[in-house]
C-alpha cells in the first residue's frame, strides 16, 4: 500500500512495505549499530523520497531534509534527533511529544493512516519559523500498561495500551503491525538476539535488528507461541 504527496518537483512517496527510507534505490534503516537514518543520509539531496507509512520523525525529517523541503529546525536539534534511542527522552514533556500526540500513526491501521501523515507534512512544512507547539508529555506515557503474560522471563505488553515500552523498554512489545523485542541495557543486548533467533527459528519468522531491539511483523504464528491470542 502506498501513496504519494508532491510539491513542485520534489515526491514524497509513502509506502507500507519499507521499515525506513529508500533514496536512489539505495534503503536506510536503523540498524544494531545505532546509527540514525538522520546521520546516515545527512549529506543525500533528491527530488523523490520513499519512507515507511508513518509520522515517526526518525524517517519524515530526514525525507524532507533530502528533498530540500524546510521544517523548523527543533526537528535537527540532537536530543530531540536522538531521542529514537534514548527512551529517557520522553520522561520529560517536549515538543516532540505534542507532535505526536497530534499526529501519530503508531496505533492507527495503514488504510487510515494517509489523512494523518498529509496534516502532519503540511503542518511541518508550513511552520518552519515557529513551532505552534507547547512542551507536553506524550499522552500515552500517562496511560496504564497492560502486562499480557512472560516468555523466557521476558514481559509481554499489549502495545496498545500504555507505553511500556518507553517506560521500562525492556520486555516484548505487541503493537498493531510488530512485535518488539528490547532491554534499554547494553549489557543484555544479547539476550534479545538470542531470544529473536530462538523465536525466528519455532515461528519461521525473520525479523530486523535494531541498538539492544528487534522487530517481527505481527503474526498468528508468532503470537500463538508466546501464548497470545
Known amino acids: 500500500m502506498q501513496f504519494e504527496i508532491s510539491q513542485p518537483s520534489k515526491r514524497l512517496i509513502f509506502n507500507s512495505d519499507l521499515r525506513g527510507l529508500r533514496v536512489n534505490g539505495i534503503e536506510y534503516v536503523s540498524g544494531k549499530d545505532g546509527v540514525l537514518i538522520y546521520d546516515q543520509t545527512m549529506s543525500l539531496r533528491t527530488d523523490e523520497v520513499e519512507l515507511q507509512m508513518s509520522t515517526n520523525t526518525s524517517t519524515l525529517i530526514p525525507a524532507l531534509r533530502s528533498l530540500g523541503i524546510p521544517y523548523n529546525s527543533y ?3 540532537r536530543p530531540v534527533v536522538e531521542s529514537q534511542n534514548d527512551i ?8 516532540l511529544a505534542a507532535f505526536y500526540n497530534r499526529f501519530s500513526t503508531d496505533e492507527l491501521d495503514y ?42 522471563g521476558f514481559p509481554i505488553f499489549d502495545g496498545s495500551v ?21 532491554t534499554p541495557l547494553d549489557r543484555y543486548e544479547s539476550d534479545v538476539y538470542e ?3 530462538l523465536l525466528s527459528k519455532e515461528a519461521g519468522l525473520s525479523y530486523s535488528q535494531k541498538k539492544n531491539r528487534v522487530l517481527f511483523p505481527k503474526d498468528p504464528k508468532l503470537l500463538e507461541l508466546l501464548g497470545v491470542e
Request: hydrophobic residues 40%.
Open 75 to 77: 526537528f535537527d536539534e
Open 88 to 95: 529517557t527522552f520522553y520522561w520529560n514533556p517536549s515538543k
Open 111 to 152: 488504510q487510515d493512516r494517509e489523512p494523518v501523515i498529509r496534516r502532519a507534512v503540511d503542518f511541518l512544512s508550513s511552520n518552519t519559523d515557529h513551532l505552534p507547539l507547547q512542551e507536553e508529555f506524550l499522552a500515552r506515557m500517562l496511560e496504564p500498561c497492560k502486562l499480557l503474560g512472560f516468555y523466557q
Open 162 to 182: 500504555g507505553f511500556a515500552k518507553l517506560q521500562s523498554r525492556l520486555g516484548i512489545h505487541i503493537d498493531s503491525e510488530t512485535i518488539m523485542v528490547s
Open 195 to 197: 531470544l529473536a533467533e
